[in-house]
């Protein structure tokens, strides 16, 4: 599809939508991947077209693979920037599994402009669990001595002395227990081979969910659902950190809220740097026609 420009090759202004006096837009995503930027281009446009702007942001350790939420709220009314759950316009998201997170806040006419590129967070990778086989612990210790957390202790029974991390008590099931809240997942005991008896095993307690069954309970969610490869189109674009203007390009072709592409893609260029501004440029013009094309679908 042939991208709507005047003469002189300047995007034209979109069909104007039904305005109501509030909406709420929600960029979700995982550090470094432009969730922030994204979320104040959007604002710093509504500000722009005359609207009242409030945001909030959560993004605790967002620069070690944690989530990031920046939520936006424009209109003519509005005061506070946090919204309620199940009346958000747009979700933005920039990872998968990000968007399955903040569906409480969508509802069957929520827009969800989803990037369909996973994420695993480091703790899904690294975090063990530990159990001891009670058919083969003796209950010799070595495992407490070596244990990097100091805080453990020796529980008894009767029949059988066991050793656990220092935690709320449990009792042992099928002949299994499970190393305690203490226990920081490292299996450095394994690793050493500290147990003579190979009593001590591990295991990922975590998983990340398969990407083809997080499509499905987002579409399940609402009516109006895009997930797309922004990385691969930002990359085709000429750069893959332009992914955030890619899904800001696909919302301004949509079209769902009173922001005009003229207004947006202005915006986008003054928040990159000047030598970055003709392959985010593309990278607009790119979601722009997906964008449109998805528009043509749902209408």
């Not at 996973?118 to 530990?130: G, N, R």
């Not at 100091?150 to 050793?163: A, C, D, G, K, P």
Request: aromatic share 6%; glycine share 8%; with cysteine.
């Amino acid at each position: 599809m042939a991208l709507d420009l005047d003469d002189k090759g300047n995007l034209r202004a979109a069909e104007p939508i039904e305005e109501k006096e509030n909406y709420n837009a929600l960029c979700v995503g995982i550090g470094g991947t432009g969730v922030i930027r994204a979320s104040m281009i959007l604002g710093w446009a509504a500000l722009q077209e005359g609207y009242k702007v409030r945001t909030a942001e959560t993004h605790g350790m967002s620069q070690r693979g944690g989530s990031v939420s920046s939520y936006l709220r424009f209109g003519k009314t509005l005061e506070g920037p946090f919204m309620v759950e199940g009346d958000l316009d747009v979700l933005i998201a920039f990872e998968i599994s990000e968007a399955l997170r903040n569906l409480n806040f969508a509802n069957k006419d929520t827009l969800m402009i989803v990037s369909k590129n996973a994420v695993i967070p480091p703790s899904v990778l690294t975090h063990k669990t530990l159990k001891i086989d009670m058919t083969k612990c003796i209950g010799c210790g070595n495992c407490v001595a070596h244990c990097i957390p100091n805080h453990v202790f020796f529980e008894s029974q009767q029949t059988h002395y066991f050793t656990l991390l220092k935690g709320p008590t449990r009792k042992v099931i099928n002949g299994h227990t499970r190393v305690l809240e203490s226990c920081t997942g490292c299996a450095q005991c394994i690793i050493d081979k500290v147990c003579p008896f190979d009593a001590i095993k591990a295991y990922n307690e975590w998983e990340y969910p398969e990407v083809k069954a997080m499509e499905k309970d987002i579409k399940s969610t609402s009516q109006n659902v895009l997930i797309l490869d922004a990385n691969k189109i930002a990359i085709e674009a000429g750069n893959i950190l332009t992914a955030n203007v890619v899904l800001l390009g696909v919302l301004a072709g949509i079209n769902r809220i009173p922001l005009s592409v003229e207004t947006l893609n202005k915006t986008v260029k003054m928040f990159v740097p000047k030598k970055a501004i003709d392959v985010n440029e593309r990278a607009f013009k790119e979601g722009l026609k997906i964008g449109k094309n998805f528009k043509e679908k749902i209408l």
